[in-house]
């Protein structure tokens, strides 16, 4: 019987990616001499927002999420921000592996958008681990389960996910608008001669006697 533990060392962001990510460094120990062949481990990744305390100036961005700020004390609680997997390589006593996290600039998720609220400090990462361990047996190949309860908590500091971003995101972003919308945003352009979408919503943000211009 295997006796699997999972620890992660540190979270960086992946400098080779195509799309914003990170990698958990991963430290994996096996502490009954079993030869390991590999692993095939999902993950649940989740953030706990109330390990932390958050300023005036994150506040704002928190309301859509959490409420007015006297309300907190019920209505922050633990939620997902990821799922990830992979197949991490063959062992004896331990080992350090990567795990793969893809992130999203994407306002709409919850994650994002509870990252994008904060100025700085850490994120309360639980790392939740299962799979399968594939060990050496003596008519070939053992395969036992990762254990259930085999969790990490690691805190991953915002400037980490902030560089992430910003590798592909440089000083910009984006937003996911319905057609219709993108439709009228374009019409509006034209009609005022407008030269981008920044000059267009900075048109529209501006307020004159009360009303949008």
């Not at 533990?5 to 979270?11: C, G, H, K, Q, S």
């Not at 799309?19 to 079993?34: D, F, H, I, M, Q």
Request: charged share 20%; proline share 7%; net charge negative.
């Amino acid at each position: 019987m295997t006796h699997l533990t999972i620890a992660v060392d540190r979270v960086v962001p992946d400098a080779y990616a195509a799309a914003p990510a990170l990698v958990a460094k991963l430290r994996l120990a096996e502490s009954t001499g079993a030869a390991v062949r590999a692993v095939a481990v999902r993950c649940q990744v989740r953030i706990e927002p109330q390990r932390r305390s958050y300023t005036a100036d994150e506040e704002p961005g928190l309301i859509d999420l959490f409420g007015a700020r006297e309300r907190w004390s019920t209505t922050i609680h633990p939620f997902l921000w990821m799922h990830t997997s992979s197949v991490l390589p063959g062992f004896r006593g331990s080992c350090e592996a990567d795990l793969p996290m893809p992130c999203t600039y994407d306002f709409e998720v919850v994650g994002s958008k509870y990252l994008h609220a904060l100025a700085g400090g850490a994120v309360p990462l639980l790392f939740l681990f299962s799979g399968t361990v594939f060990t050496d047996g003596g008519n070939g190949f053992q395969v036992a389960p990762v254990p259930w309860d085999l969790e990490f908590r690691y805190s991953m500091p915002v400037a980490v996910w902030r560089e992430s971003i910003d590798r592909h995101f440089p000083g910009a972003g984006w937003l996911r608008l319905d057609h219709e919308v993108i439709r009228r945003l374009s019409d509006y352009r034209s009609a005022h001669g407008l030269t981008s979408w920044d000059e267009t919503l900075t048109r529209l943000l501006t307020v004159d006697a009360g009303a949008p211009r």
